[in-house]
């Protein structure tokens, strides 16, 4: 049974012809079947819908030595299998059945086939095992008559021994035209029916590849076939040439197209890439019309150099071997020029340490001696490398096997510890790798002591024995050990130290603990530990008064130990002993040790005894519970009024006075009590407030800021003395000068406003506090005198109008309110404002307003200053100015309308009062244009000189008088319309014209005008800009056309030019598609191209022309050798065996008498070969009926004369090519006579 994994089978998208009733019926002669195993049961469908065999266990090493028979079903067939007895089984493919046969020697498979179908074998040397393939047959296969035929239903081959068909021999045997040549590179094409694609592992297909021992220079690998005529394997020369031009269109995409896969096959250690293949014979016949080309021929070469790689050289140590390869050699021919992008020759190197074992990939490049390290000593391994040239890759070469040299041992493990007492140490060890040589001795060396120089070491042992035990050693004693071993080829490293004490004595007497530290409840004890003598100790306890006794209190190494949980000032009794591997001392002396006494606990009822009052308190309190061990002798009290604890008392009495506090403040009080070990613990504290009392008198209070005219900002501090209690509120009272009292404010800030002043009078203001007991003392008065206050308004201003731009106003002082007025703000409202704005300011009563304008309207405001602030502002008053002239007219825009007129606008001015009645207008000396009409703003002025600079300006005028005349303008009158070019045709073609015209100065722009047919007919604009050339398109062939041109400046759009012309030519046939070249024979070939599209006059004709290549390199001469209306022309008494070109172009022939005859471009050329002549048949050649052999004779010379070309570096190819040509006549001739009969 083949336990090994199995191909993935995609079953997707094949449908058989076949109905789906027929099977593959297989029957075993002579075999007993012992085991089967379907695939299609064990499968299981995967996430992409194909199905995968499930992993079966390794394959046991007996059953290498019966006959096994793997049947592969293609989807949709169904294999009938017969059992002993009448049992039958059906398989429904895809699927692979695995018959293994316990019978000895191979047996014939007799296999029956449905009509239709034929079988294909593989046959592994190495296991035995025989594939065969299910797959229907091509209905070319038949038709040709070349192959075996089926008959019955059962394959058979006259002429081969049987054992072919059931993998009992070799391809080694089998005639050269019987062994497909392998494909280098990636192939699309597939073996099976499409959606079918075997994924061989290289497991599986172990021993499929046979090696080639006929051309005796490189090992090819080809796969036995069944059903391929003799014809196809002849042809697998040249299919080979054309897969490989396949093979680079595939290459660029193997890593984006996953159903193109990389199959690995091996055979006797060797490997070799096996593409995807195609076995349908039609592949073969639909190439004839391929042509080799120069580049497929140098693959094909560079792949047999890369293949002649021989095997490597090998130089051995024992860790370590250096591979050297011979790289073959690259002609110059099939190099890049360019030498800095010329590819080397990459080798891969791969290698096994095991004979059937899969092999790794260890190096890749361009390296021809390649070093492996880190090797096993004395151990085999099989190297092959393979050659690489860009994208093609040769065979592996046979495996080199070689054994790495012997070495000494490795280095040993420490010895371990046995067993040890006072005088002898047992020690034993395992045996390291011996690395390819037997272990002789070991070598055990000691020292005394732990750490010493590696010379110092003495040899306590040396044989062959892995145990020794050391005797008479002194007693606790330290030893180092170590180990070697020794082979034929050396000692190996020393092992790692071990180091192992002998036993001793027990320790003596120790000293007894001493006390380091003593606390509250625990003892911290020290002792001393003796080198070499004391491993660890014991520490007992006794407490007094117990009973219990001496009790375990440590066990240890350390020396010191903290004795804890222990009652305060009470005595303890302690003793230690020492121990070591040897055993234990007797105990020390006891020794007592004592823990501290405590301070004692707080009092208890800590409280306040009698009345509290504002200057004292009494306190009292109760002795602790637990004194510490000690008594008491006195206690201590103390208060907290917020800046830290204070002792106000220390005596034996449990109570105290606390005396001279401040009223209304609160203290804290604590108290503990004292011993001979210190003060105890604090009780809680117990807060106490005494009794407040009304605040004390209040300080100054001062002013903040000026005093004012009638407010002031009065700012106090609260007193220092509160009374004990916070205060709530406070109150201000103002003493006039007739000692009137007036209180202010009363409210719980520390400052207030007093309103209610007079300006520049004396006042007194004092303040008071209040808290809940009552009302504190007045503070010591604040004498202040008020600021003085602002002026009186002004009286309103008086106006004297004295021309149309000045007016004068004029005011009276008011009342300075205390203060000198220091200036006087006049303020003014013009008619285009919303609010007044400051016109002038100073300590004069007038001012004399200037430049304002004509009968417009005024208003006026005054406002007095001092050292107060601003007064209010003075009624207003209002004046109104006297008319005037116009204003000067602004915003003149002049332009220029024609050659011999100008447009002016302008924006009417302020009239200052009095209407505008007219406008001047002066565009030169002594030249004036009245507007008599005032509501117009714009004037046309006519009858001007072209092309002239004029200076332009305006004024308006009212009853009063002119006003001035506005800036000057300055503008040109416009050029005349310019003369039109002359224009002239520069190019025609049947559906273009192009034009150009000559140049006009100052030309904005220029339009083409356009008539189809008739002059008179109205242009149409086909162009406008400022070009002196254009190209009409989309006209009509032989059509005539008119065309003018215009020019157009600022003076306007020129008249156009006389018309111009133009006749389009005729329209062209279009080119055609390269001409197809049909049955090329020896001195006649048929052509045949695609028709051209109709014209709309006149008829088409096809011209064809003829070139002989003599070489691929030599140029074209073509000469006609058909003129007509056909689609397709036989060539004859052409040259056997030469190279032509043909190429075809279309002839548009005008129905016009004085019209000639139009050509198109011509067509890609095509090259074609005719057939060299075939020799004369023999006189006992049968004859067949489907095909005549000449024929087929000269195709199959045909195809081997593509080729061969004249180079002396294929000579060997030649002599193949002729091998294979003989051998294809003569199975040509022999097998249909031997089919007829």
Known sequence: ?????????????????????????????????????????????SEDGHLRAAHQPDQPEHTLQRQEHVITVMSNEQLKIHLKGDTVRHVTGPANVTMVSNSGPHTPLHIHAPQGHIVQQVYDESSGISRFILRPQHPSMNQRGTGPSVSGHRIHHDGYSSSYLNGGGSSQHLPLSLQQQQYTGYSTQHPYPAGFQPQYHHHLMHGAVHHMVHNGNQNNNHILQHGVSAED?????????????????????????????????????SSAEVNERSLDLNSCSSSTDSHETSSEEERRIVLELLCSVPVPEVKVESRRAVIHITAPDI??????????????????????????????????????????????????????????????????????????????????????????????????????????????????????????????????????????????????????FRLSAVNGIGSSEYSDETVVCTKGVPPPIPNPPHLSESTTSSLLLTWIKRPGVDREFVLQQ?????????????????????????????????????ANDDGKSSWSTVVTHRTRADVATSPCKLTVKGKVTS??????????????????????????????YIQVYEGPVCECSCANLLPGFTYKARVAAKSVVGVGQWSESVEVTTRPVVPGQCCKPWLHGKAKAHVLHLKWAPPENTGGAPIRTFRAQLVNADNTVRQVYQGPATDCMVAGLSPGRSYLLQVQAVNEVGVGEWSEPLEVISGPGVPEPPTQPKCLVKSPHVVVVSWLAPCNNGAKITEYKLEWLKPDQQEYILLSSGTELEFTAKSLLANTEYSFRVQAVNSSGHSPYSLPVTALTLPTSPSAVHHVKVTAVSANSIMVSWKAPDNNGCEITQYNIEYGKNMLQSVTDSCLTEALIEDLNPDTLYRVRVQAVNSVGAGAFSSPVKVSTLSLPPSPPNIECSGVTYNSVKLKWSEVDKCHRYTIWMCRGDPAAVPQSVYQGVAQFCKVSKLQECTPYYFSVSATNAAGDGSPSLPLTVVTTRTPPHSLKAPTVKEAGEDCCTISWQSAKTMLTGSIEYRLQLSEQEHSNSPLDYKQVYQGSGTSYTLSQLSPGTSYSVRVCAVRVCTEASADTIAGAYSPGVLFHTSKPAPAPTPTQPTDTTRPVNSQLAIFRERVMRAIQPDEAKQPYLVMAALLFVVGIVMAVVIPYLLSL
């Open 1 to 45: 049974m083949d336990h090994r994994a199995s191909p993935t089978v995609s079953s997707s998208s094949y449908t058989d012809s076949t109905p789906s009733d027929q099977h593959l019926d297989v029957g075993v002669e002579s075999c007993r079947t012992s085991h089967m195993s379907s695939e299609s049961s064990n499968n299981t469908q």
């Open 233 to 269: 394997r002849v042809l697998s020369h040249h299919h080979r040439s054309v897969q490989g031009h396949r093979d680079k269109q595939v290459h660029s995409r193997r890593h984006k197209d996953p159903d193109i896969i990389m199959q690995h096959c091996y055979t006797n250690g």
């Open 331 to 480: 002609p110059d021919s099939l190099l890049s020029s360019d030498e800095a992008v010329c590819p080397e020759i990459q080798f891969q190197l791969q290698y096994t340490d095991k004979k059937d074992g899969p092999y790794k990939v260890v190096y890749e490049g361009d390296a021809t001696t390649i070093e492996m390290q880190d090797l096993k000593p004395a151990t085999g391994y099989y190297v092959r490398i393979c050659a690489i040239f860009e994208d093609i890759r040769g065979n592996y070469t046979e495996p080199v096997i070689f054994e790495t040299l012997p070495s000494p041992p490795d280095k040993p493990l420490k010895p371990k510890l046995v067993q040890t007492t006072k005088s002898f140490i047992s020690l034993k060890w395992n045996a390291p790798a011996d690395n390819g040589s037997k272990i002789t001795h070991y070598l055990l060396e000691y020292y005394k002591g732990e750490q010493l120089p590696q010379s110092a070491y003495s040899t306590c042992y040396k044989g062959n024995k892995k145990e020794f035990k050391i005797n008479k050693l002194l007693p606790s004693q330290c030893y180092t």
């Open 542 to 578: 006794e407490e007094e008064n117990t009973g219990h006794g001496f009790i375990a209190a440590y066990t240890g190494p350390e020396v010191s130990y903290r004795v804890d949980h222990l009652q305060k000032s009470t005595a303890y009794k302690f003793r230690l002993q020492a």
């Open 615 to 644: 200057r004292m308190f009494r306190l009292s309190w109760e002795p602790p519970v637990e004194d510490g061990g000690v008594d008491v002798e006195s206690y201590v009290a103390q208060l907290d009024s917020g800046q830290g």
